[in-house]
């Protein structure tokens, strides 16, 4: 799924989100020369741009439903287990996380965001206070959509 939203971006020069709701992008032909110009505008964000890529692609899509446990195992070449609310369970080498920021909305009070780092920012961040981290990612945030609001609880492993 990396490789295929990587392929797709691979000619997008700059991209930017006034919300969550509406992703919008300058997207350049390949060429030497008359580069010729369009626009792609996602009228519902991100997550069409990715439903795009699986119809495209012809990738079956397991699930699209509530996660109850993520359990990732720390030897890489073990499959990921994946419970769901109705009592389903999975294993994957790869999963795509979406979180709906609806669910600021639905819990005005608990705040709740989860983020993945790895590679080489993955080292760097282990010398940092878990202070410093979360101060890092807010700024970054905020930057995406002002409108973010502070998680009420933080846990930094």
């Known amino acids: 799924m990396r490789r295929l939203v990587d392929m797709n971006l691979a000619y997008i020069e700059h991209y930017e989100a006034s919300n969550l709701n509406e992703l919008s992008a300058k997207s350049y032909l390949k060429s030497d020369a008359d580069v010729e110009q369009c626009d792609l505008i996602l009228p519902i964000g991100l997550g069409s741009f990715i439903e795009q890529i699986v119809q495209r692609n012809h990738l079956l899509i397991q699930?699209?439903?509530?996660?109850?446990?993520?359990?990732?195992?720390?030897?890489k070449n073990d499959p990921i287990h994946i419970s769901t609310q109705d009592n389903r369970h999975y294993l994957s080498k790869y999963v795509l996380i979406t979180i709906s920021f609806g669910f600021f909305h639905?819990?005005?009070h608990d705040h709740m965001l989860t983020l993945f780092v790895c590679g080489k920012i993955s080292t760097e961040l282990e010398q940092q206070t878990d202070e410093e981290i979360i101060e890092q990612i807010f700024q970054c945030l905020k930057r995406i959509y002002s409108q973010i609001p502070k998680p009420t609880k933080w846990l930094v492993t």
């Open 106 to 108: 639905c819990h005005p």
């Open 63 to 75: 699930l699209n439903t509530i996660v109850t446990n993520i359990n990732i195992p720390t030897d």
